[in-house]
């Protein structure tokens, strides 16, 4: 049973241009969402975070916006650059396991001069 | 601040024996917890310890298992290692909460078995 979706194995994105990556969930009792960013044989490194009584967050190129009732979020990433390169997760936990993350499948992004 | 840190990088172990990772969190983060990543099953949560005991569990059967010491470092354990055991372990911790569940990971330790 796969909580977290990520529909989209890969994009590919022009850089300069903006990068929209998708995620949905199937779990309602989730509250807070999060994505990381992923190189090979590497760790994910945590790019940023939102919780569920928020609907958008941003931090420098990256937001994220939460839709509770279409339990969906995405990451836009702009403007998108050569190093955005990689592979996104997005991950969720609830209140009361805020430490156990629940991880999508992942989306390849690929960023093209 | 230093990040997390995994050892060893890389194992290579055979059907049977037994193996231990280690995992030192940033410093002031009481919560670890480990995951599995592999191409089949993608990232799944193992457990996360807090303050020495064990806070929470994932689907894995009793052949894993961890502890954590008085200083945050936390230890893994699997024995009598399957070939499907072969993955990228990872380790995370985070600050307590309420931003318990913004986790920050090392770079993991491939364990090939054989």
């Known amino acids: 049973d796969q909580q977290v979706k990520q529909n989209s194995p890969s994009l590919s994105v022009q850089e300069g241009r903006i990068s929209i990556l998708n995620c949905d969930y199937t779990?309602?009792?989730?509250?807070?969402f999060l994505w990381y960013k992923k190189y090979p044989a590497e760790g994910p490194t945590f790019l940023i975070s939102?919780?569920?009584?928020?609907d958008k967050n941003e931090d420098g190129r990256f937001t994220v916006f939460l839709n509770k009732s279409a339990k969906h979020l995405s990451l836009h990433i702009v403007p998108s650059q050569p190093g955005d390169s990689a592979v996104y997760f997005c991950a969720a936990s609830g209140s009361g396991t805020a430490s156990k993350l629940t991880f999508g499948t992942g989306t390849r992004l690929q960023v093209t001069l | 601040k230093a990040g997390v840190t995994q050892t060893p990088r890389y194992l290579i172990k055979t059907r049977g024996q037994q193996v231990t990772l280690s995992c030192s969190p940033i410093s002031g983060h009481r919560s670890v917890s480990w995951y599995q990543q592999t191409p089949g099953q993608g990232l799944q949560f193992l457990f996360e310890y807090f303050s020495e005991t064990q806070r929470n569990k994932g689907n894995f059967p009793g052949r894993f298992s961890g502890r954590q010491f008085s200083n945050s470092r936390s230890e893994m354990n699997v024995s009598t290692l399957e070939l499907g055991d072969s993955a990228l372990y990872l380790c995370?911790?985070?600050?307590?909460?309420?931003?318990?569940?913004?986790?920050?990971f090392g770079p993991g330790t491939r364990l090939t078995v054989l």
């Open positions: 939102i919780s569920s009584i928020k």
């Open positions: 779990n309602s009792m989730f509250d807070y």
């Open positions: 995370a911790s985070s600050r307590d909460a309420p931003r318990a569940y913004e986790q920050f």
